[in-house]
C-alpha cells in the first residue's frame, strides 16, 4: 500500500503530515527548527516536477510520499483515481490524503512568490505561520494515516 | 497494446479532435467539413464536472486503446504526476503515452472553447472553434501521426509513457 499525502506544493503541510506518519515528527511541540530540517520542506517551485517524492516506507513497509496538487485537488484525486483504474489497481494500494484542507491556500501563492529576488526569507517566514496554526491537525493526520488498517482506506478521493 | 491518452484543458475540442483523428473516424488528407467534426462523440460537450474523467473513445487497428481527459491548468503536473504514479504502482510505462494537444491549439479555438464551454454561449463559441479546428487541421493530423510513429518506434523498446508534443511536427 502507498500514502499520498497532497497539499498545493507537495512540500509543505504534506511534509509534516507525512513525517508524522512516519516518526520523523513525534507531536512534540511546534519547532521551527523541525519543521525546515524535514525532508523535501519548502523546495523551490523550480524543484517540483509534479511527481510524488518519496519520504520513506513506514513501520509495515508501506511507501510514503507527497504530491502537489496545485489548489486543485478534487480535479488531481479524480485523475489518479481514473488512471489506476484504466490499469485495475485496486483503490486499497493508493491512500489519498488531503492535508490542503488544513492549511490556507496561500501557502502556494508565498511559496511562488519566493520566486521573487530576496523574497525567499519572507516568503518562508510567512509560510511557516500559516503552517504553525495547522501543524497539531497535520500531525494527527498523519498518526491517523499510520493507524489505518491495511486494505481499508480512510481516506477517499 | 498501448492506452494512449490525449490531453488538452477541457477535454471536449483538441483532443477529442486528435482522438477523432487517431481512429480515423475524421480523414487525414483533407479538412472535414463542420458537420463532420461536430459528428464526433463528444466533441464540444463536456461540461465541467466531466474534467479529470477518462473518456474511452475506441480502439485503433492496432488494438491500442484511445482516450481523452481534460485536465484543466495541471499542464505542468499531469504528465510527471501521472508517470510517477505510474512508477509506483509497477504500471509499465510501455503501456501507457500521454499526449498533450494543447500545442496545436490556435487563438479562436481557445476563445470558442471559453465561449461554448465556460460561459455557454454556444451560438458564437461553436463557430469559433470550428473556424478554429478547420484553420489548424493539419497541425493535428501531424500530432497525430508523430504519435503513430513514436508508438512504432519505442514500442519494442518499451519507451512509451508520454509523447513530447515539440516532437510533433506541427
Keep these: 500500500m502507498n500514502f499520498f499525502y497532497c497539499c498545493g ?9 507525512a513525517s508524522a506518519h512516519l516518526g520523523i515528527l513525534k507531536g512534540e511541540e511546534y519547532s521551527k527548527r523541525n519543521v525546515l530540517s524535514l525532508p523535501f520542506f519548502d523546495l523551490p517551485p523550480s524543484q517540483i516536477s509534479g511527481r510524488p517524492l518519496f519520504l520513506g516506507k513506514d513501520e509495515e513497509g ?5 504530491l502537489p496538487v496545485m489548489n486543485k485537488k478534487k480535479i ?19 491512500i489519498l490524503i488531503d492535508c490542503e484542507k488544513y492549511v490556507s491556500p496561500l501557502i502556494n501563492q508565498l511559496h ?27 500531525i494527527s493526520q498523519g498518526r491517523k494515516a499510520r493507524r489505518a488498517d491495511s486494505g481499508r482506506p480512510f481516506a477517499k478521493a | 497494446m498501448v492506452k494512449i491518452i490525449y490531453h488538452c484543458f477541457g477535454g471536449s475540442h ?8 487517431h481512429l480515423e473516424l475524421l480523414p487525414s488528407n483533407r479538412v472535414p467539413s463542420a458537420r463532420e467534426i461536430l459528428d464526433l462523440a463528444y466533441f464540444d460537450t463536456q461540461q465541467s464536472f466531466q474534467h479529470g474523467q477518462f473518456q474511452f473513445m475506441g480502439k485503433d487497428k492496432f488494438g491500442n486503446e484511445i482516450y481523452t481527459i481534460g485536465r484543466q491548468s495541471l499542464g505542468d503536473i499531469f504528465e510527471p504526476m501521472l508517470t510517477g504514479l505510474a512508477e509506483i504502482l509497477q504500471i509499465p510505462s510501455s503501456e501507457f503515452l500521454l499526449v498533450n494537444t494543447l500545442p496545436a491549439v490556435n487563438f479562436p479555438m ?8 465556460a460561459l455557454k454561449v454556444i451560438w458564437i463559441g461553436r ?36 509523447f513530447s508534443p515539440g516532437d510533433a511536427r506541427a
Design chain 1, 62 to 66: 508501506n511507501g510514503v510520499y507527497t
Design chain 1, 76 to 94: 488531481c484525486f479524480k485523475i489518479i483515481r481514473g488512471f489506476s483504474d484504466l490499469f485495475g489497481i485496486p483503490r486499497e494500494e493508493m
Design chain 2, 14 to 21: 483538441s483532443s477529442v479532435l486528435a482522438a477523432g483523428i
Design chain 2, 110 to 117: 481557445k476563445l470558442g472553447g471559453f465561449l461554448s464551454r
Design chain 2, 127 to 162: 463557430p469559433l472553434v470550428l473556424l478554429g479546428v478547420q484553420h489548424s487541421y493539419f497541425k493535428f493530423v501531424n500530432l497525430v501521426n508523430s504519435v503513430k510513429e513514436d508508438i512504432q518506434d519505442k514500442d519494442a523498446a518499451g519507451e512509451l509513457s508520454f
Design chain 1, 9 to 17: 506544493s507537495g512540500v509543505h503541510a504534506s511534509v509534516i503530515a
Design chain 1, 112 to 138: 511562488i512568490f519566493r520566486t521573487l529576488p530576496g523574497m525567499k526569507s519572507l516568503s518562508r517566514k510567512l509560510i511557516l505561520i500559516l503552517l504553525k496554526n495547522a501543524y497539531f491537525k497535520l
